[in-house]
Nanobody
Framework: QVQLVESGGGLVQAGGSLRLSCVAS????????MGWFRQSPGKEREFVAA????????YVAASVKERFTISRDNAKATVYLQMNRLKPEETAVYYC??????????????WGQGTQVTVSA
């Protein structure tokens, strides 16, 4: 069972930036796609971004395109989400997800505890 630990959340003003990190415990991290999701109170979990195992393919939701970037460092078993020009409606708990496969398309079966991002107006 892989363990995921997110960090980097916090309080930021609208228009500001944050960089989230997610460290995975599994030594086979480099063989697995990773994703970022977010969930606000009363809303369903939203798929934000994903990256393939070798970083050769990425996905970014249309709502965050041009502002969010996903990347990974396999040597550090870490995936990042750089978030720029944040909006108040993007206040949520952000989770990273682990996929048992190398491509980013598909189901994500393992989650971290999440990191809170709060964007003030």
């Amino acid at each position: 069972q892989v363990q995921l630990v997110e960090s980097g959340g916090g309080l930021v003003q609208a228009g500001g930036s944050l960089r989230l990190s997610c460290v995975a415990s599994r030594r086979t991290f480099s063989s697995n796609a990773m994703g970022w999701f977010r969930q606000s109170p009363g809303k369903e979990r939203e798929f934000v971004a994903a990256i393939s195992a070798e970083s050769d393919s990425t996905y970014v939701a249309a709502s965050v395109k041009e502002r969010f970037t996903i990347s990974r460092d396999n040597a550090k078993a870490t995936v990042y989400l750089q978030m720029n020009r944040l909006k108040p409606e993007e206040t949520a708990v952000y989770y990273c997800g682990y996929r048992n496969g190398s491509t980013w398309r598909g189901l994500y079966a393992c989650w971290g505890q999440g990191t809170q991002v709060t964007v003030s107006a």
